[in-house]
C-alpha cells in the first residue's frame, strides 16, 4: 500500500513539473530534488538513513532534525550519514 501511494504521489509531482515545464518549451531533464510524501513536498537533505540507507527529509517534529519514510522513525543528526550522491549516464548529477 505504502508503495503505491508513493509512486502516484511521485508520478504526481513529476507530472507536474513535466506540465510547468512543457508550457516553458524546455526540452532538458527534470532533476527531482525530493519526493511527495502524504501530499507534502520534502526537499532531498543529502543525508541516509544510518538503519535502511534510504534518504531523509527535514523531520515535521521540532525534537528531531530529519525523519526516515521507509522506517516510519524521526531521527536525531547522529543517527544519519552523508547520502553519496549518485553519477547519471549523461554526466550530470
Known sequence: MFCCKFLAEYS???NLLKKFS????????IEVNGIFHKGRWYENTD???RRCGNPVYESDNPEYR???????EDLYSFEVIRQERKEYQNGHR
Not at 512543457?22 to 531533464?29: A, I, L, M, Q, R
Not at 530529519?66 to 516510519?72: E, K, L, P, T
Open 47 to 49: 543525508m541516509a538513513c
Open 22 to 29: 512543457n508550457s516553458y518549451n524546455w526540452k532538458g531533464d
Open 12 to 14: 504526481a509531482g513529476k
Open 66 to 72: 530529519y525523519q526516515c519514510f521507509q522506517c516510519d
